[in-house]
């Protein structure tokens, strides 16, 4: 675990600003840094972990409503619908639904008043994802940003130490010939 003033001054140095002026995420960013963990997550898997059972079959049904077999299917569907209504059945006058269809029409309509509302809500749920995404993105940048100027810091201080000991060492030798 790590203590509090570490996540303190991490906050001071890194990002210039007290502890308690932070957001949730820059904190859970410093958290991380401080506990030396992980910080990456799928926002797939977060946004399945909340979705309800209607969020989840709102999903299912934008996603075959809007591909090529439905539409292929659909179409199929109401080729034959008009086929056998227009020719066979009226033939033997048993067409339950003689041009201008009008009981395919209400299907039609009634189809649409209910697929659209559910490919609305499988959309927001989209974007709702897309949000927590973004959320994600930017504490991972965020991360990797402040990991970037540790290593600078590091470096830094290594060639403050290497220089150091340089100027010692020429100390020295000006002191012996001296």
Known sequence: MHDATTTADLSLR???RP???????????LDAIAE?????????????????????LSDKVAAVGGSWGFIIA???VLLGWMLLNSDVLARWGMA??????????LMLSTLAAVQAPIIMMSQNRASAKDRISAG?????N?????????????LDQMRIHELAGKVDA????MEVKG
Not at 19 to 29: I, P
Not at 96 to 105: E, G, R, V
Not at 142 to 153: F, V
């Open 14 to 16: 890194l990002l210039g």
């Open 19 to 29: 502890l308690d002026e932070l957001d949730a995420d820059e904190r859970r960013v």
């Open 36 to 56: 030396r963990r992980l910080i990456s997550r799928d926002a797939a898997d977060l946004d399945d972990a909340e979705a309800s059972f209607g969020a989840r």
């Open 74 to 76: 659909f179409t199929t």
């Open 96 to 105: 339950f639904d003689p041009y201008p269809f009008i009981f395919l029409n």
């Open 136 to 140: 994600l993105d930017y504490e991972i």
């Open 142 to 154: 965020l991360r990797a940003e402040l990991e970037i100027m540790r290593l600078h810091e590091k």
């Open 170 to 173: 020429l100390c020295e030798r």
